[in-house]
C-alpha cells in the first residue's frame, strides 16, 4: 500500500535535546512538508522540500533543522533552540507544489518535552 | 494575506441529524479549497475538495460547494452517523505559485447516539 508513515507515534525528550522525527513516503511524490498542529490551532508550516536536496522554510523555522538526502525521506529535528516543542508534528507529501497538487499526511508524531 | 475562518466548535449532533459546517475565505485570484478531516490521535485525510468556482466536492456523504461571490465552502451531510465525531479543517492553496495549504483552526464535531 502506498503511504506515508511516521515514527515513533509518541516520543519524549528531555528539555536541551535534540530530537529527530522520520517520515517517509512511497508515494514517489516530489513535495515534503512538515506542520505543527497545536491544541486549538490550525497546522503551521514548519519546512517544505520540492525536490531533493533542496528545502525552504515555512512560517514557523527557527529552532527546527531538516534535510532531504532522498526522495522518500524528509527528516525533522527539533533542536534544543525550540523554545516550546510539545506538538503533534504531521508530516505531508505532494506529487509537486501547484496550487491543484493535493497534499497527503502522515499519521503524525507526539512530542513531549518533559 | 490568505486566511479561512470556520465556525468554533464543538458542534454537537445526534445520529441522523443534518450537519453543516460553515468556512469563509480570503485570498487573491482563485483558490483551492480542501475540507480535511483528523479523527483522535491520528493525521489529517483528505475529505473533499474543488479547484474552481461552483465546483462541487462530494465524498461519503459529504459535500461542499465552492461558492465564490460568498467566498465560501461551507461542509454539509444530510444524516451524520457516530463514527463521523472528529475534526474538521477547512483549507485553501492559491492556484498559481507555491502551493501553501493556509488552514483554518478546525471544528470539531461530537455525534451522539
Known amino acids: 500500500d502506498g503511504g506515508i508513515t511516521q515514527s515513533p507515534k509518541y516520543l519524549f525528550r528531555k528539555e536541551g535535546q535534540n530530537v529527530t522525527l522520520s517520515c517517509e513516503q512511497n508515494?514517489?511524490?516530489?513535495?515534503m512538508y512538515w506542520y505543527r498542529q497545536d491544541p486549538g490551532q490550525g497546522l503551521r508550516l514548519i519546512y517544505y522540500?520540492?525536490?531533493?536536496?533542496?528545502?525552504q522554510k515555512g512560517d514557523i523555522a527557527e529552532g527546527y533543522s531538516v534535510s532531504r538526502e532522498k526522495k522518500e525521506s524528509f527528516p525533522l529535528t527539533v533542536t534544543s533552540a525550540q523554545k516550546n516543542p510539545t506538538a503533534f508534528y504531521l508530516c505531508?507529501?505532494?506529487?509537486?507544489?501547484?496550487?491543484?497538487?493535493?497534499?497527503?499526511f502522515g499519521p503524525g508524531t507526539r512530542l513531549t518535552v518533559l | 494575506g490568505n486566511s479561512v475562518t470556520q465556525m468554533e466548535g464543538p458542534v454537537t449532533l445526534s445520529e441522523e441529524a443534518f450537519l453543516t459546517i460553515n468556512c469563509t475565505y480570503t485570498?487573491?485570484?482563485?483558490?483551492?479549497l480542501f475540507w480535511y478531516v483528523q479523527y483522535p490521535g491520528e493525521g489529517l485525510q483528505l475529505l473533499l475538495k474543488?479547484?474552481?468556482?461552483?465546483d462541487k466536492g462530494s465524498n461519503k456523504g459529504f459535500e461542499a460547494t465552492y461558492r465564490k461571490e460568498t467566498t465560501s465552502f461551507h461542509l454539509e451531510k444530510g444524516s451524520v452517523q457516530v463514527s463521523d465525531s472528529a475534526v474538521y479543517f477547512c483549507?485553501?492553496?492559491?492556484?498559481?505559485?507555491?502551493?501553501?495549504?493556509?488552514f483554518g483552526t478546525g471544528t470539531r464535531l461530537l455525534v451522539s447516539p
Open positions: 505531508a507529501s505532494s506529487m509537486g507544489t501547484e496550487g491543484l497538487d493535493t497534499q497527503y
Open positions: 474543488a479547484t474552481k468556482a461552483d
Open positions: 483549507a485553501l492553496s492559491p492556484n498559481t505559485g507555491f502551493q501553501k495549504l493556509v
Open positions: 485570498a487573491t485570484g482563485y483558490p483551492s
Open positions: 508515494l514517489n511524490h516530489d513535495a
Open positions: 522540500s520540492q525536490i531533493v536536496n533542496d528545502f
